[in-house]
C-alpha cells in the first residue's frame, strides 16, 4: 500500500499543481509552493517508514522495494526534499509564467523516479525512464531563451535515441528468455531461471541496454548532452538530473547487469563496463581541465563519477559495494553543489567564473559550502565520496587490476587539480570592487547545508540497517561487502 | 535460412526498399511519403502475422496506422509549411555514400541475424529487416543536418524496433505499444520545430547551426 501511494502522490498532486488557480501579480501561490514541500515531506516520511518496516510487494510483484531499489529511491527522495526547500525560495526570486508548469513537472519528475526505483517489471522500469525525459524536459526550457532551447533540444534528441536503444534491448530480453519459464521481463522470474537465458540474446540485450541507459546516464561517448543541459537548466533542475535522473538510469544499468551476473555472463560483461567506465574518467578529466563555467564543470564531473559507477559495477567483488554506496554520496553531493552553485547564479546571474571572485566575502554561506563541496565530489577525506572511492579502488587492487586502480588514481587527481583550480579562484580571488554581502535567504541554504551533513556523515559512520541494504545489493550485483 | 514466402516476406522487402529511399532521395517531402508508406507496412503486419485476428490485433494495426502513416508525416509537413523549412535534405554524407553505407547495414544486418536463434517465425525476412531499418535510420539521424529529416530517421529507428517487438507480439502482450510511446517523442519533436520558428533568432532549421554551447 505504502509502495502504491508513494508512486501515485506524486502524481496526483502533479495534476492538482497544474489546476490550482495562480496568484496575483506574477507570484507563485503559496499554495503550490506548500503543496511541493508537503508532497516532498511526505515522500521522504513514507520512504523513511520503508526503512523501518519493509513492506509487501505489491500489483503481483511489479513494485518492490528491494535493496537495489530501496537506496535509490532514498536518494531521490532525500535530494528531492532538499530541492523542494530550495524550490520555496527560488520560485520566489525568479518566476517566468508563475511556476505553474515548474511545480508540475517536478512533481511528475518525482512520480516518475520513484516508479523506476520500484519497478521490478523492466517494461515498466523503461516507461518510468521514458517519463523522466519528458519531465525534465520543459524545467530545463525554463527560461526560454535561445540557449535553453538549444540546450533542452540537444537532451531531448539525445536522450530519445538512448531511450529507443534500450527498448530495443528490451525486446533483445524477451526474445532471451524461453518459453514458459518465468513471466516475461519480471526481474525475479529472470533471476530464478538465469542460467536458462539464451546467451547470445543476454549478450545483445545487455549492451543495447548498457548503451541506452548509459546515454541517460551520460557515461562518455553518450554524455555530450550533459554539459550543454546542466549548464543551461536552472541550477536545482541540474541538481536533480545530476543526482536523481542519473542514479536512476544507474540503476536500470545495475539491473540488467544482476541478470547478466546471475546468468554467470560477468566475464563478458564486466570488460565492457569496466571500459566505459575508464572512458568516462579520462573524458572528464580532459574537459575539466580550463573550464570557465562552474556549471559546465560540475557536469563534467558527473560524467566522471558515472564512470566511477560503473567501474565498480565491472570491477565485481567490493566494488559493487562501492557502487552502491557511491551512488548515495554522489546523488546527493551534486545536489548540494548545483543547489550552492544556484545562489551564486541567483546573486550575480551567472555562473561563469571570471563574474564570480571572492565568494566567501559576497556569499559567506554559500561561498563556504561550495569550497566544501569541492573536496567532497573530488573525494577527498573526510566525505563520504572518500570511502566509496576507496573501495572501488580497493576492488580494482585485489582484483590484480593494478593498472586500472593506478590509471583511476592518476585521473583522479587531476580531475581533482581542475576543479580546485576553477573553484579556489571563484572562492578566494578579490570581489569587484563595492561588492557587499548578499543576505541568503533560509530557504535557500537550508537544502545544501542538510545534504552536506548527510555527505559528510556517510564518510565517518554508515548506519547499520544502511549497511544491511548496502550489502545485499552487493551480493545481489555479484559482489560481496567489505 | 529458407526462401522467405507470402505476403509478410513481400512487405518486409518493401519496407526495406522505403529505407534505401529515403537515404537516397534529395527532396524532404519524398523523405516523408516514404515514411508514411513505412508507417502503412508496419500497420499492416500484425494482421498478416497473426495467427487469429483478435480485437487487440486490429486495434494495434489501426493504431499504427493512424499514428505513424496519418498524425506524425501530416505533422511533419505542418511543421516544414509553418517553419518554412528549404524542400532539400542537404546530407553531410553525400547521397551515392549513405546509399552504401545502407547496403553495409543489410549486409550487416543479415548477417548478424543469422547468428541469433529465434523461435520459428512466420517470415525470417524480420530480424534483419528490423535490424536494417534500426541501422539505416540511424545512419540518416546522423548524416543529415535538418532537424526535420532527423526526426525521419527517428522515425524509422523506431519502426526497426517496431518491427522486432512483431517477433514477440504473441507471446508478450502490449509490447509494441511501448513502441508507440516513442512516437510521442517525435510528436514532440516536431512541436519543437515550430517553436524554433516561433523563437525569431533561428533564421534556419539547420541543427548545425545549434552550436553556440560547445567547449
Known amino acids: ?482 | 535460412m529458407s526462401s522467405p514466402q507470402g505476403a509478410p516476406a513481400l512487405v518486409l522487402l518493401l519496407v526495406m526498399l522505403l529505407d534505401f529511399a529515403v537515404l537516397g532521395t534529395t527532396r524532404l517531402s519524398t523523405c516523408i511519403r516514404a515514411v508514411a508508406l513505412q508507417g502503412l507496412l508496419l500497420g499492416a503486419l500484425p494482421l498478416l502475422l497473426a495467427s487469429t485476428l483478435s480485437a487487440h490485433v486490429v486495434v494495434l494495426a489501426l493504431g499504427t496506422v493512424a499514428v505513424k502513416a496519418i498524425a506524425l508525416p501530416w505533422l511533419l509537413r505542418w511543421a516544414i509549411r509553418e517553419a518554412s523549412v528549404r524542400r532539400e535534405v542537404e546530407p553531410l554524407v553525400g547521397f551515392i555514400a549513405s546509399l552504401l553505407l545502407g547496403a553495409v547495414a543489410v549486409a550487416l544486418a543479415f548477417a548478424v541475424a543469422d547468428r541469433l536463434p529465434l523461435p520459428e517465425l512466420r517470415t525470417e525476412l524480420l530480424v534483419p529487416v528490423s535490424l536494417a531499418t534500426v541501422i539505416i535510420g540511424f545512419i540518416v539521424l546522423i548524416t543529415r543536418r535538418k532537424a526535420v529529416t532527423q526526426v525521419v530517421g527517428y522515425l524509422m529507428l523506431e519502426n526497426g524496433i517496431y518491427l522486432f517487438g512483431l517477433t514477440q507480439a504473441e507471446s508478450v502482450p502490449f509490447l509494441l505499444e511501448l513502441g508507440v510511446l516513442l512516437d510521442v517523442f517525435v510528436g514532440v519533436f516536431i512541436m519543437g520545430i515550430v517553436v524554433f520558428h516561433i523563437n525569431r533568432e533561428f533564421d534556419s532549421l539547420d541543427s548545425a547551426r545549434l552550436t553556440e554551447l560547445s567547449d
Request: aromatic share 8%.
Open chain 1, 1 to 482: 500500500m505504502r509502495l502504491l501511494l508513494l508512486c501515485a502522490l506524486p502524481l496526483v498532486t502533479a495534476l492538482l499543481a497544474g489546476i490550482l488557480p495562480g496568484a496575483r501579480s506574477g507570484r507563485v501561490a503559496f499554495t503550490r509552493l506548500a503543496l511541493l514541500a508537503g508532497v516532498a515531506l511526505a515522500h521522504a516520511a513514507l520512504v523513511g517508514s520503508l526503512w523501518v518496516t519493509p513492506a509487501p510487494a505489491i500489483l503481483g510483484g511489479w513494485l518492490d522495494a528491494d535493496a537495489l531499489g530501496l537506496i535509490v529511491l532514498t536518494v531521490v527522495s532525500v535530494l528531492f526534499l532538499a530541492t523542494a526547500m530550495y524550490t520555496v525560495g527560488y520560485l520566489q526570486r525568479e518566476t517566468p509564467r508563475g511556476g505553474r508548469l515548474f511545480v508540475s513537472a517536478m512533481l511528475i519528475f518525482l512520480g516518475a523516479t520513484t516508479v523506476v526505483s520500484l519497478s521490478q517489471h523492466l517494461a515498466m522500469l523503461w516507461v518510468g525512464m521514458e517519463a523522466t525525459t519528458f519531465a525534465v524536459a520543459p524545467l530545463i526550457f525554463h527560461r526560454h531563451d535561445r540557449r535553453s532551447l538549444e540546450a533542452v533540444w540537444k537532451y531531448l534528441l539525445i536522450s530519445s535515441v538512448g531511450i529507443a536503444l534500450a527498448l530495443l534491448g528490451t525486446f533483445f530480453l524477451v526474445s532471451a528468455q524461453p518459453e514458459g519459464l518465468g513471466r516475461p521481463l519480471m526481474l525475479p522470474d529472470l533471476l530464478a531461471h538465469a542460467e536458462a537465458l539464451h546467451p547470445a540474446w543476454l549478450r545483445a540485450a545487455f549492451l543495447f541496454l548498457l548503451v541506452g541507459f548509459g546515454t541517460k546516464m551520460g557515461l562518455a561517448p553518450m554524455h555530450t548532452w550533459k554539459p550543454d543541459t546542466y549548464g543551461e537548466a536552472p541550477s536545482l533542475v541540474s541538481g536533480l538530473m545530476a543526482g536523481a535522473l542519473t542514479s536512476c538510469a544507474f540503476l536500470c544499468v545495475a539491473r540488467i547487469t544482476q541478470v547478466v551476473m546471475a546468468a554467470g555472463l560477468g566475464s563478458f560483461a564486466q570488460p565492457v563496463l569496466i571500459g566505459f567506465g575508464l572512458l568516462s574518467l579520462s573524458v572528464a578529466a580532459v574537459f575539466v581541465i580550463g573550464q570557465s563555467d562552474v556549471k559546465r564543470l560540475l557536469a563534467y564531473s558527473s560524467v566522471e563519477h558515472m564512470g566511477l559507477l560503473v567501474l565498480g559495477l565491472g570491477l565485481g567483488g567490493v566494488g559493487a559495494y562501492g557502487s552502491m554506496l557511491h551512488v548515495l554520496n554522489n546523488g546527493l553531493a551534486k545536489g548540494w553543489m548545483f543547489l550552492v552553485v544556484g545562489n551564486v547564479v541567483l546573486a550575480t546571474g551567472s555562473s561563469a567564473a571570471a563574474v564570480n571572485r571572492g565568494l566567501l566575502r559576497t556569499l559567506p554561506v554559500s561561498g563556504t559550502l561550495l569550497v566544501l563541496g569541492l573536496f567532497a565530489v573530488t573525494g577527498s577525506p573526510p566525505f563520504g565520496l572518500f570511502l566509496s572511492e576507496f573501495t572501488i579502488l580497493r576492488a580494482a587492487v585485489a582484483g590484480g587490476h593494478i593498472w586500472i586502480a593506478a590509471i583511476m588514481l592518476l585521473l583522479l587527481a587531476v580531475i581533482f587539480v581542475g576543479m580546485a583550480v576553477l573553484i579556489l579562484e571563484m572562492a578566494l580571488g578579490s570581489p569587484e570592487p563595492g561588492t557587499v554581502p548578499v543576505r541568503e535567504g533560509g530557504w535557500l541554504v537550508v537544502g545544501p547545508i542538510a545534504l552536506a551533513a548527510i555527505v559528510l556523515m556517510l564518510g565517518v559512520y554508515i548506519p547499520g540497517p544502511l549497511n544491511d541494504a548496502l550489502t545485499r545489493a552487493a551480493v545481489a550485483l555479484g559482489g560481496r561487502a567489505p
